[in-house]
């Protein structure tokens, strides 16, 4: 167990605690419905995994059963995400690098894989899997027992749109997951072992240059926060952000597009269950827009013109017409 936070990698910008309050606390709707982050403490949201799903366990119910999904690296430890859709859709208009790749494969073979030891390979795996009805009756009959009735409770107080999707992520130590965001609510259940979380703001936008909506990469920076290179990504000297680290138990509330990096701390494999909501619709609108309403504006007319443009080189350029010598930063 972590003790000392200042133990932990130290990173060139500020980052303040998240705060963490009980499940049972009058201030965290407070916190959901201001879209802040908090570690909930007691929820039980996930009772039953928290007993249960260790590697054992989960090799002998999923063992044989269905695909996984298991991103890999060579030679690093960074898992950016990507969209295959998009690496497709690009194909032979655009140059581009991924710094992961993704194998399906059975959940035995994803356990072989971490099961050699990390000194004598150069490669690793991240599991990250939607549960499904592959699961099996054991997994299936675990999740039923989930706390639904707080899941439907919290996210129907805060109008948030439908659950999407719960993500099973099985980790070794050392994974990071980079600085992203997502276009969705997130209750972030640790199950085992233990992850340190950064959060940055969304009015944090372009301090952390995010790859453009067409890229494969999309939703992710562009910046490696652990070697930033600032002659091209200056603003992310500017950064400032929040940390917290998550013990078996713990449920981060990730709010809709607040960045956020997930790392795997050692020793332990880590186990984490995701909660993903749609948002809720809209009633009323005040100005001036918030940071997130200009992320979700900003994404309309990147897609507007894609669409329009299909090729990123004719999308590029137009952005830049629109800008060059027009339209400046105002010194803050
Ligand atoms: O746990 C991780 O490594 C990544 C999780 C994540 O990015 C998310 O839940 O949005």
Redesign the pocket.
Known sequence: MVEDISTLYTYNFPLIPISRISVDSPELKDYLYKELPVVIEGSNLVGPALEKWDLGYLTENLGDRGLYNVMQTKGHQM?KYFDQNKVTQLKGKMEFVLEASTDEMKFQEFVKRIQLPQRGRDTYS?LQQPLNDTVGPNIFSDFRRFNWELVKRWSGDMKWGSLTNN?L?I?EPG?I?PV?Y?EQQ?L?CQVGGE?RCLLFHPRHFDKLYPYPVYHPCDRQSKVNLRAPDLSLYPLVSQLEGMECVLSPGDVLY?PIYWW?Q?E?LEPDLTT?I?FWFKAGSIDTISFPLSATHKVAMMRNIEKMLTEALKDPKEINELFCNIVEGRYFKEEK
Do not use: A, Q, R
Request: aromatic share 16%; charged share 10%.
């Open positions: 898992f991240y993500m992520l980790g994974n997951t992203h997502d997130n972030f992850k990730i956020h997930i795997s984490s995701t």
